[in-house]
């Protein structure tokens, strides 16, 4: 039973000469704890898993308080519970703060010997790093898997093999990851280690559906019953349920679409059960594309407006872009050309102020038919209007457009004077309150003060439904 860690060492007060030894007995057991979490993490029992994450949802904040103290004074420290804390960053889709937080700890404590058990942790870490990192750096997550190869043992090696070869399938180097697949999957064998072998298999069977030809479905088919036969050994949870969003994928490229269905029923009921929300993500995305294969696209359009609610919330910036560019050709599909040409921009916006070059191989002739669709200055004019808009905007531009009629509560500005407009679309263009007092040349009191009137006129009670308000009324 793991202890509640603020309760540890309560009881009485210190002076300042015992601080730092009480930081120091605070941060040895929160490695010890952490780490029984950790375990528990890697279960194959969903309610252990459960257990570990509610435990670390209720003392996070006293962990976060030791960690930082360890990246300081105890650099063994800092390292074990950072990366003892990447399984439950990337299940809360914490990515971005869990991948910071790590590889600050990495940074901080070099490698020990290839043999001790403090290097063990150090591989672990590269392999929790490249989990953490996001889709636009593939180098670094490339050389994070390459380190666990090079000082791994076979597990570990299976592990970084399989997930390389899944981030190279997704960058489109498809001969490096069919070989990547393809090591894990005998290192995983040789090593006797089923969640190795079903995360090399899932690849392969995602690899197979990628040139489209009827051998290659076969294959795929092919690939896909093993990975089934794996997913019935005792792997981790969270193994399984990743491999079943790489199933999901794999059954609709090949037209099983029934089983498809049932596939990610299974994982979205498992991954919401315990929160595990990057795979809720992805799994809503699958669940959105068969549904617009149905032609149910209300129902698709439920499952985009959760998955854009999710990422809002977390803040993961690569399901957010997805999110953005699902929704765009949603609209592109129903008849909502000016829409879809306000999200494309925006997102081709945001990738240009991240430094990416934006990828429009696949919906080029979309796009071109939505801006053909539209009066000239119209089209000019929906894309002027997505250039402008923050990340944050067009997700809650997602979410108003994905909304079910009866969910979207009309709001008016109509009410509302000059100023307050201002102050709205301020609000929806990112800006928090210390940045608009300075940009208005007036106190921090009178913006808080403007925006409490706005909510008593308009209902809007969170700064995302005034991003909304902006958004119908055209401020933005």
């Not at 290659?216 to 050994?233: C, F, I, K, N, Y």
Request: hydrophobic share 45%; proline share 2%.
């Amino acid at each position: 039973m793991l202890r509640t860690l603020r309760s540890y060492g309560h009881g009485r007060l210190v002076d300042a000469g015992e601080e730092a030894e009480a930081a120091a007995a605070l941060a040895r057991f929160a490695v010890a704890v952490t780490e029984q979490a950790s375990a528990d993490l890697e279960a194959s029992d969903q309610d252990r898993e459960l257990a570990a994450l509610q435990w670390l949802d209720a003392e996070y904040a006293t962990v976060r308080q030791a960690l930082t103290w360890a990246l300081d004074h105890d650099a063994d420290a800092a390292l074990r519970i950072a990366t003892a804390l990447g399984p439950w960053w990337r299940q809360r889709g914490r990515l971005a703060e869990g991948l910071e937080l790590l590889t600050a700890a990495a940074g901080r404590r070099p490698p020990a010997g290839p043999t001790s058990t403090d290097d063990r942790t150090h591989i672990r870490a590269q392999l929790w790093l490249g989990y953490l990192s996001g889709y636009g750096d593939l180098a670094g997550s490339v050389a994070r898997y390459s380190a666990v190869c090079a000082d791994g043992d076979r597990q570990e090696c299976a592990d970084a093999l399989a997930a390389r070869a899944f981030r190279r399938f997704n960058a489109g180097q498809t001969a490096e990851a069919a070989e990547d697949a393809r090591r894990a999957l005998i290192l995983a064998r040789e090593a006797r280690y089923p969640a190795g072998e079903a995360q090399a298999l899932a690849v392969l069977a995602a690899l197979s559906v990628t040139a489209g030809g009827r051998e290659d479905q076969a294959e795929a088919l092919s690939w896909a019953g093993q990975v089934q036969q794996a997913l019935a050994a005792a792997i981790p949870a969270w193994v399984a349920r990743w491999c079943r969003m790489i199933l999901t994928h794999v059954l609709i490229e090949v037209q099983e679409l029934d089983q498809a269905r049932r596939t990610c029923a299974e994982g979205l009921a498992q991954s919401r059960a315990v929160g595990d929300l990057t795979t809720v993500i992805n799994l809503l995305s699958l669940a959105m594309n068969l549904e617009w294969l149905a032609g149910r696209m209300e129902d698709a359009r439920a499952h985009l407006r959760e998955a854009a609610d999710i990422t809002a919330r977390i803040g993961d910036q690569t399901a957010l872009r997805y999110c953005i560019d699902q929704c765009a050709l949603v609209c592109a599909a129903t008849g909502q050309p000016a829409e879809a040409l306000t999200l494309w921009a925006a997102l081709t916006a945001d990738l240009e102020r991240a430094g990416q070059a934006p990828d429009t191989a696949d919906d080029r002739e979309l796009r071109h038919r939505s801006a053909r669709a539209l009066p000239p200055g119209q089209a000019r004019e929906a894309t002027d209007r997505g250039t402008r808009m923050t990340l944050t905007a067009a997700v809650e531009f997602v979410v108003m457009l994905t909304a079910r009629r009866d969910e979207e509560t009309a709001r008016s500005a109509a009410e509302l004077t000059e100023r307050e407009r201002e102050l709205v679309t301020l609000v929806a263009q990112g800006h928090t309150n210390a940045q608009i007092a300075a940009q208005l040349f007036i106190s921090i009191r009178t913006v808080a003060s403007h925006l409490d009137r706005i909510r008593d006129k308009t209902g809007c009670r969170r700064r995302a439904d005034l991003t909304r308000l902006a958004l119908r009324e055209g401020l933005v």
